[in-house]
């Protein structure tokens, strides 16, 4: 069973920063392609960024020049840089992935990311 597991969430001021990562259960290399997606409040569940197993990455508009999207292929994780935080970046941050043999998706938990002054 592939598990996907945030941490790096927190309480953070605008303008700050903050790096999630998303550990995975097993090599990164089995997922065709990993991504964040957030869930604020009240709205719907919205791509962040994803990254492919080409290392081809892709970030929602309203993100670009702000967050950026790696991975680590030695310690099996993806993080997630983000920075110039702003109110409307405060939600449920998740790791996604899917896998290059069946074509499944996972998620992780989830990890709460609360900008605020």
């Known amino acids: 069973q592939v598990q996907l597991v945030e941490s790096g969430g927190g309480l953070v001021q605008p303008g700050g920063s903050l790096r999630l990562s998303c550990a995975a259960s097993?090599?990164?290399?089995?997922?065709?392609?990993m991504g964040w997606y957030r869930q604020a409040p009240g709205k719907e569940r919205e791509l962040v960024a994803s990254i492919t197993n080409y290392e081809t990455t892709t970030y929602a508009d309203s993100l670009k020049g702000r967050f950026t999207i790696s991975r680590d292929g030695a310690k099996n994780t993806m993080d997630l840089q983000m920075n110039s935080l702003k109110f409307e970046d405060t939600a449920v941050y998740y790791c996604?992935?899917?896998?290059?043999?069946?074509?499944?998706?996972?998620w992780g938990q989830g990890a709460q990311v609360t900008v605020s002054s």
């Open positions: 996604n992935a899917k896998g290059v043999l069946d074509n499944r998706v996972y």
């Open positions: 097993t090599s990164i290399f089995s997922f065709i392609r």
